[in-house]
């Protein structure tokens, strides 16, 4: 009885389960660049403004006599944009793929799919994991970006309050060199207001493309642990042993279909997003620790440390996943050579021991098809920053 109200329970549980497909698309409908529901003059809006206000931060960044006393917080501003606009134009140039992997994934969130209640626990436990992900990423990387657009009005704010001096300096939260003079208060604000196409920006093509990619591993890795067990259960059963053995080959190849896809799909994106990590922590590392501590600095301090942190976190995540898949995908092979498939029909155990061999090498999550996400690579990274930092504090 216990039992049946534990699967009746999880049943409701796995019918949430699609949420974390849904969450997704609602990020990316903001851009118009769900996969199946593109809309191009959406996105092309978003992505020349995209790219215009990043040659004008430039311009300005060229142009700024004092170049090199702020540079560095500058080039963090800079950078983080870049990847922006590399990361939104590598995820549509394979828009098609991603759609393809999306109806892949479509019937695994129904919920006669898991025959046992491991299974749909197995499921169930990656689906967290991703809703767990997108709830963090979202409002954190929300809230440091809200920061940072309103930090120059906090500014003057703390200006007005401890000098008494009701002048203005118009400051922008991004540093941009527009093609005029902003010296009245309209113009100022009409400036400041369109710079707020910046935030969904940053929160659809930095951290929607992570959520996204984070999800659909996580998926993977899922799928394998099922499969793990499908194969458990299907050599025991001597009735349906030939029709349960087909199913999880068949299973085995969409999956490995699927990852593959995934990767040709992000390995370009991820490469220069884990080539720039370093470079950007340590950027704006070392602004926050070299910065005073004046009132006014303040809120720019806690926007660098929340905006570190947001870029540890999403390594980690990117590392995470990536051991989660070597993981699943050696589990999976690890049942396959754990079952008795010595003892099966000789037609059977063929098909078995096919599945080992393709079994044999774990799935990946790679960048540009050659660096190897896992947690001892994030250590690495860190690492590698950190030693960035000190290097830069002991030169400049």
């Not at 007005?160 to 003079?181: C, D, G, W």
């Not at 370093?278 to 926007?303: D, H, K």
């Not at 155990?349 to 774990?362: E, G, K, S, T």
């Amino acid at each position: 009885m216990e039992r049946d109200s534990s699967e009746t329970t999880t049943q409701v549980d796995l019918s949430q389960c699609v949420n974390v497909i849904t969450w997704n698309r609602q990020i990316f409908n903001i851009i118009g660049l769900w996969p199946t529901n593109i809309d191009n003059r959406l996105f092309f809006f978003f992505f020349a403004d995209a790219i215009v206000h990043c040659c004008l931060e430039y311009a300005e960044l060229l142009e700024d006599r004092h170049f090199t006393e702020y540079l560095i917080p500058k080039l963090a501003e800079k950078v983080t944009l870049t990847m922006i606009i590399v990361k939104l134009g590598m995820y549509r140039l394979n828009i098609k793929r991603l759609c393809q992997v999306i109806n892949d994934i479509e019937g695994d969130y129904e919920i006669d799919k898991y025959k046992t209640l491991d299974e749909r626990l197995e499921f169930l436990k990656y689906n967290k994991m991703a809703k767990r992900f997108i709830k963090f990423a979202v409002p954190s990387i929300f809230t440091t970006v809200l920061i940072f657009y309103l930090r120059p009005l906090l500014d003057q704010i703390i200006s007005i309050t401890e000098t008494a001096n009701s002048s203005m300096e118009y400051v922008l939260p991004y540093k941009t060199r527009y093609f005029f003079e902003i010296t009245e208060l309209h113009t100022y604000v009409l400036t400041y207001v369109l710079q707020v196409l910046t935030i969904p920006l940053v929160i659809c093509g930095y951290t929607g493309t992570d959520c996204f990619l984070v999800t659909l591993v996580f998926h993977a890795c899922g799928q394998f642990s099922v499969l793990a067990l499908q194969v458990k259960n299907v050599t025991m059963d001597p009735v349906g042993r030939h029709h349960g053995i087909e199913q999880v080959i068949v299973n085995h190849l969409r999956i490995m279909r699927m990852t593959k896809k995934l990767n040709k799909a992000f390995a370009g994106l991820l490469l220069p997003q884990i080539l720039s990590a370093p470079i950007i922590i340590c950027l704006v590392g070392y602004s926050a620790l070299n910065m005073s501590w004046s009132p006014r600095q303040r809120a720019e301090f806690f926007t660098f440390v929340l905006f570190s942190l947001n870029m540890l976190f999403i390594l980690f995540a990117y590392c995470f996943i990536g051991e989660c898949l070597i993981m699943e995908s050696t589990g999976f092979c690890d049942a396959l050579y754990n079952s008795n498939w010595y003892d099966l029909p000789p037609e059977h155990a063929r098909l078995l021991i096919i599945c080992m061999c393709q079994a044999q090498r774990p799935l990946e999550l790679t960048a540009g098809q050659f660096y190897v996400f896992s947690l001892e690579q994030y250590m690495y990274v860190v690492k590698t920053s950190l030693a960035y930092l000190s290097m830069m504090r002991t030169i400049l």
